[in-house]
């Protein structure tokens, strides 16, 4: 069973960083396995944003329009650790930060959740 475990979130002054870690386990890595992660945001009352993904086993990336040049996805794949790494924050990216996981081809409708991690900023 995948398990997924966040951490780094935090509280920062507009402009500064944070770097957000999933520590993943029970992933099945094959090559004929591929599999997505990615970060997702929600805020109360909104519908939950795809920030970034990327397909291990190829490095592919995808970023959203809001977070492009300041928000950077990578994959550990010797730890099974995925990582964001956030600069220049803006008090819009203040959100509950998901890690996900899902089996198969494309990077959506993810099957696998982490229990989330806080992220605050202050103007």
């Known amino acids: 069973q995948v398990q997924l475990v966040e951490s780094g979130g935090g509280s920062v002054q507009a402009g500064g960083s944070l770097r957000l870690s999933c520590a993943a386990t029970?992933?099945?890595?094959?090559?004929?396995?591929?599999?997505?992660m990615g970060w997702l945001r929600q805020v109360p009352g909104k519908e939950r944003e795809a920030v970034a993904t990327?397909?291990?086993?190829?490095?592919?990336?995808t970023y959203a329009d809001s977070v492009k040049g300041r928000f950077t996805i990578s994959h550990d794949n010797a730890k099974h650790t995925l990582y964001l790494e956030m600069n220049s924050l803006k008090p819009e990216d203040t959100a509950m930060y998901y890690c996900a996981l899902r089996y198969g081809g494309i990077c959506a409708d993810f099957r696998y959740w982490g229990q989330g991690t806080q992220v605050t900023v202050s103007s």
């Open positions: 990327i397909r291990p086993s190829g490095g592919s990336t």
């Open positions: 029970g992933v099945m890595v094959s090559p004929y396995s591929p599999y997505c």
